[in-house]
């Protein structure tokens, strides 16, 4: 298995800036990807974090708002950009590794 | 559209008193079943996937079992550190890796 590891775990931000969330992972993992749970909701994909070239967005989410790098096969960062409360969520990481598909604990931001 | 419908939203069982967890999906081309458990304020938990209809995994008091419409969590004896929120998800293509999650199960289980 994989251990997901997020930095950082909970911020809390002032609208307009642009936090960026880190994600290591201890072992290599063959697709990383970045989820969003609002509050009280499942999770949503928002991209897939692709090694050594631009992410593939879902529709709904777009490069500019969720800048998203992966420079090799253990870590990936995604940055959320000209925030607004609407973003507060919590934003997780995640790792696919053969059949199974692990999540870091999750970072919890708040957007004031 | 592909879609999974999990069921019952939220469940209370007394310890001890055994029960089953819904997720109802429709997918073009099922690529894997997913279970996680999620605890307050922590990421999903792996527990299981299963591939292909008639499959079932068990871990300890719980057992998933699959078929072409629908998954089954079963959940035995369940104690009080059985309570969390029970995810399903489906894998909908083999090169994407994409998980698409159904809306979870809250289980309390009391003493």
């Known amino acids: 298995s994989a251990v997901i590891s997020q930095k950082p775990s909970r911020d809390i931000c002032q609208r307009g800036t642009s936090l960026t969330i880190q994600c290591q992972v201890d072992?290599?993992?063959?697709?990383m990807f970045w989820y969003r749970q609002q509050p009280g909701q499942s999770l949503t994909l928002i991209a897939t974090?692709?090694?050594?070239?631009?992410?593939?967005?879902e529709s709904g989410f777009v490069i500019d708002k969720f800048p998203i790098s992966r420079p090799n096969l253990t870590f990936s960062t995604l940055t959320v950009s000209n925030m607004s409360p609407e973003d507060s969520s919590i934003y997780l990481c995640?790792?696919?590794?053969?059949?199974?598909?692990?999540f870091g604990p999750g970072t919890r931001l708040t957007v004031t | 559209e592909d879609q999974v419908t999990q069921s019952p939203e939220a469940l209370r069982l007394q310890e001890g008193e055994s029960s089953s967890l819904n997720c109802s999906y429709t997918?073009?081309?099922?690529?894997?079943l997913f279970w996680y458990r999620q605890d307050p304020g922590k990421g999903p938990e792996f527990l299981f996937t299963?591939?292909?209809a008639g499959e079932e995994k068990e871990k300890e008091r719980l057992k998933a079992t699959l078929t072409k419409k629908e998954s089954f969590l079963h959940i035995t004896a369940p104690k009080p550190e059985d309570s969390a929120t029970y995810l399903c998800?489906?894998?909908?293509?083999?090169?994407?890796?994409?998980?698409?999650f159904g809306q979870g199960t809250t289980l309390q289980v009391k003493p």
């Open positions: 997918v073009s081309g099922l690529r894997g």
């Open positions: 072992s290599q993992v063959t697709m």
């Open positions: 974090a692709n090694q050594g070239s631009e992410a593939t967005y």
């Open positions: 995640s790792g696919k590794q053969a059949y199974e598909q692990y």
């Open positions: 998800a489906v894998q909908a293509g083999w090169n994407t890796g994409k998980l698409i």
């Open positions: 299963l591939y292909s």
